[in-house]
């Protein structure tokens, strides 16, 4: 059972490339979203979705796409990276079920854009 | 909006102390949940205890406990007889209840270390 699968791990960009980070989770959670985190400011939510062909931005939604076309997999995308999306980016999956919840977050990516 | 305040960037105890991590949130709604998470250096984020904002009794986890003061938008954590292995960032989050998407918000973290 390998939970919320991110990759990769690490990666270096050069400003105006393109990069998409792949996320997938295999315990058919109905709920993903994707995070970045930053020195001092702790995670902020970039996207969510809410169900498959289902999206919606969160905090700091400028500069990445998602898409969510299948329950498991849900890709963020960067349209021309720049030095300030530089971060450690999470995706999680949850459910929520009369009161009872699962959380689960993938391992992180750490990007670097120069 | 919800937001998250973490007032201690960095703090430290000696092995086998006590120590008190601060949290204070502002909300207008009346349904939440309450969560202490736990960042090693390995960035895996880990659940540390949760707390339902119609409970009035605190979450205790074995060594982990919560102070909830739900007035006070105080949402404090402590942890008892402090292992190094509890060295980590910890990050206090605030999740709207019935909230489509289990959107979290985050505060800015607490770096703790446990000297021996």
């Known amino acids: 059972n390998a939970g919320v699968t991110q990759t990769p791990k690490f990666q270096v960009l050069k400003t105006g490339q393109s990069m998409t980070l792949q996320c997938a989770q295999d315990?058919?959670?109905?709920?993903m979203s994707w995070y970045r985190q930053d020195p001092g400011m702790g995670l902020r939510l970039i996207h969510y979705s809410v169900g498959a062909g289902i999206t919606d931005q969160g905090e700091v939604p400028n500069g990445y796409n998602v898409s969510r076309s299948t329950t498991e997999d849900f890709p963020l995308r960067l349209l021309s990276a720049a030095p300030s999306q530089t971060s450690v980016y999470f995706c999680?999956?949850?459910?929520?079920?009369?009161?009872?919840?699962?959380?689960?977050f993938g391992s992180g990516t750490r990007l670097t854009v120069v | 909006a919800q937001t998250v305040t973490q007032s201690q960037p960095e703090m430290s105890v000696q092995e086998a102390e006590t120590v008190t991590l601060s949290c204070t949130y502002d909300t207008s709604e009346n349904n939440y949940y309450l969560f202490w998470y736990k960042q090693p250096p390995s960035r895996q984020m880990i659940l540390v205890i949760r707390q339902e904002a119609y409970k009035q009794q605190n979450a205790t986890e074995n060594r982990f406990s919560v102070n909830f003061q739900k007035a006070a938008k105080s949402f404090s954590l402590k942890i008892s007889d402090s292992q190094l292995g509890d060295t980590a960032m910890y990050f206090c989050?605030?999740?709207?209840?019935?909230?489509?998407?289990?959107?979290?918000?985050f505060g800015g973290g607490t770096r703790l270390m446990v000297k021996p």
């Open positions: 999680a999956s949850s459910y929520s079920f009369r009161g009872l919840y699962g959380y689960t």
């Open positions: 315990m058919n959670h109905e709920y």
């Open positions: 989050a605030f999740m709207k209840g019935n909230n489509a998407g289990n959107m979290l918000t």
